[in-house]
């Protein structure tokens, strides 16, 4: 099927990493992870398939290499990522890492990932957070903002949604290769009941093979080759 790109942030519903990558890979697709520091106090690092997940220290570790610096011959890997796949899937999508993919900051492996992604390539994010978190206006500014920067003139932010609205899709015929899978109304892990946790495993798999689709359907000038 396809290269999936799992990032996987510091939100509660990174629990949810392990099951997530199962069910990708059950639908055929090869999944590697990259976890932000705060992602892996969800889940435990084992639970994955071996050599599947990727972390900040592993950016710039050089093999072989006596002084521990970087010399020409050696890979940039958010560079060999953003090479090797073909769709980025952002799930959970926490705020802090909303804010810093708005901003453009790139400060660790993850946000230099998404910073280098050739964007005609599809990306699909899952943002989860609390209720209050996510009807911020700073959220709403920061979600605006990423689609605008990728050709979705005046978003329309998503509202309150229900488990059963599935997809929450940005961009139509000018922009069809960013897409938001909104989060669902429910009793979230810190007590709270409202908006903010992240669609099922189930419309996460939907998304990824609806933005695949997606892609196929785009001028072929305007996605770039791969080796």
């Known amino acids: 099927m396809a290269r999936v790109l799992l990032g996987v942030t510091g939100s509660v519903a990174a629990i949810r990493a392990p099951t997530l990558v199962a069910a990708l890979t059950e639908a055929g697709h090869e999944v590697r992870v990259i976890a932000t520091a705060a992602a892996l106090r969800f889940f435990d690092p084992a639970s994955l398939p071996a050599g599947a997940l990727v972390t900040d220290a592993d950016e710039w570790r050089f093999e072989g290499s006596e002084d521990g610096r970087w010399r020409r011959e050696d890979p940039v890997l958010h560079i060999e990522l953003r090479a090797w796949a073909e769709l980025l899937l952002l799930a959970p999508l926490d705020a802090n890492t909303l804010a810093k993919l708005a901003l453009g900051l790139s400060d660790n492996l993850l946000t230099c990932a998404f910073r280098a992604w050739e964007h005609p390539r599809p990306v699909v994010l899952a943002p989860a957070m609390n209720t209050l978190m996510w009807e ?71 998304a990824v093979g609806q933005a695949l689709r997606a892609a196929q359907d785009l001028p072929a000038s305007t996605l770039s080759s791969k080796d």
């Open 136 to 206: 911020s206006p700073q959220t709403a500014r920061h979600l605006r903002a990423l689609l605008e920067d990728h050709g979705v003139e005046g978003a329309e932010l998503p509202r309150a949604r229900t488990p059963g609205a599935y997809l929450t899709r940005f961009g139509g015929p000018d922009c069809p290769h960013v897409h938001v899978v909104g989060p669902v109304e429910k009793r979230l892990a810190c007590g709270d009941f409202g908006v903010g946790g992240m669609a099922s495993v189930e419309e996460l798999v939907a």
